[in-house]
């Protein structure tokens, strides 16, 4: 099957409104990832077919979990851009801020912004710890961390009194041992073409006793 294919099952699969350009673009991105990862190997999955499996419809599967309130978004540790560029093309309302802090991941974010000419998207070169934005984010979200204390470490500035922080996981195998954060819900994530275990997995800050 081609990828444009997998891409238009994959979507009709996830059942959500999205642009009509959706499929055109991730297919666009996919070209300008495969044209990278020949120099600078950004990915360890080179198939483009298993690209949209494992790396583009694993990410739009979260889009439909995250609420109305998800207007500023950090991802941590973006890599490639997983999830936060396909998030990026499938709802242009949201403000996506790309924290990566390898030099190579950062310029090939900052090409496919300009290629993809994403408006909503910065490209953040900096570790999550050392950032300092202007206005908190309303989503701290990472795939690419596993450990949610390691997670909510370096990145509990970024949030605010009713910010969430998200991550994917395999398994729901730990609980957040942050003082002050709690883990709040599990979700599973049922992905498209893909028969392997996803959990989304929520941490708040705990409610304050105003009594």
């Given at each position: ?38 120099v600078h190997n950004l990915t360890a999955v080179r198939a483009p077919e298993e690209q949209v499996r494992l790396h583009l419809l694993d990410c739009l599967a979260l889009v439909p979990l995250l ?145």
């Amino acid at each position: 099957m081609s990828v444009s294919a997998l891409l238009e099952l994959g979507l009709a699969a996830l059942a959500i409104d999205v642009p009509p350009s959706l499929s055109a673009r991730l297919q666009e991105y996919l070209q300008l990832l495969e044209k990278w990862n020949r120099v600078h190997n950004l990915t360890a999955v080179r198939a483009p077919e298993e690209q949209v499996r494992l790396h583009l419809l694993d990410c739009l599967a979260l889009v439909p979990l995250l609420n109305a309130s998800a207007l500023r978004i950090a991802d941590i540790g973006s890599g490639a851009g997983f999830p936060g560029l396909m998030w990026a093309m499938a709802r242009p309302q949201w403000s996506l801020y790309l924290v990566e802090s390898n030099h190579k991941k950062t310029a090939f974010l900052r090409e496919a912004v300009r290629c993809l000419a994403l408006e909503n998207v910065q490209v953040i070169a900096k570790r999550a710890e050392q950032w300092q934005p202007e206005q908190a984010m309303d989503w701290i979200v990472s795939r690419a961390m596993a450990d949610i204390d390691g997670f909510v470490r370096v990145s509990a500035h970024l949030g605010h009194a009713d910010s969430t922080w998200g991550l994917m996981k395999a398994h729901d195998d730990e609980q957040c041992s942050i003082a002050g954060f709690v883990k709040s819900t599990v979700q599973q994530v049922h992905v498209p073409l893909l028969d392997a275990p996803r959990l989304w997995v929520c941490v708040r800050r705990e409610a304050v006793d105003g009594n």
